[in-house]
């Protein structure tokens, strides 16, 4: 018996670590839109320096007005958002710089964003850089094979798509 339904095979998308730091779950972020996941799943680096990357290969999809936030598909679908510090919306963008626009190609590991840390501090914010999977429900299964101290661009895990 011949079978002509062929088997969809699950895509895998590398993550790079965003940013160099400490490497905390998403479930560890001190916001619990964060926290909980209503956003999507992810994950979280506590910096130790003010460069962001990319964590994914893909096509910048939208840059807030603000800066505080860039969102990225990459060629499979994984949308992935890349969330610079907790209640940063309202410094207007000041403490952020952004090298990418709106339908960029990025490679994981390309620089995408500075953020000024001692800026950040000053005005009272957490600089936690969140990188979440905002379509989570086209995602078969998600592993950091990192843990604590990360570099910037270093591989730390993947995502398996459905």
Known sequence: MLNFLKKKKSQTVGLVAPASGHLVP???VNDPVFSTKMMGDGFAVIPAAGEVRSPV????????????????QTDNGLEVLVHLG???VELKGAPFQVYV???????????IADMDLTALKAAGKDN????IFTNSNSILDFTISANGKVSAGHGIGKV???
Not at 57 to 72: C, N, R
Not at 101 to 111: F, H, L, S, Y
Not at 128 to 131: A, D, F, I, N, R
């Open 26 to 28: 998403i479930t560890e």
């Open 57 to 72: 290969s893909g096509k910048i999809l939208s840059v807030f007005d603000t800066k505080h936030a860039i969102s990225i």
């Open 86 to 88: 907790i209640d940063t």
């Open 101 to 111: 626009n709106e339908n960029d190609t990025v490679q994981a590991g390309d620089k």
């Open 128 to 131: 936690s850089v969140m990188v």
């Open 160 to 162: 398996e798509l459905k």
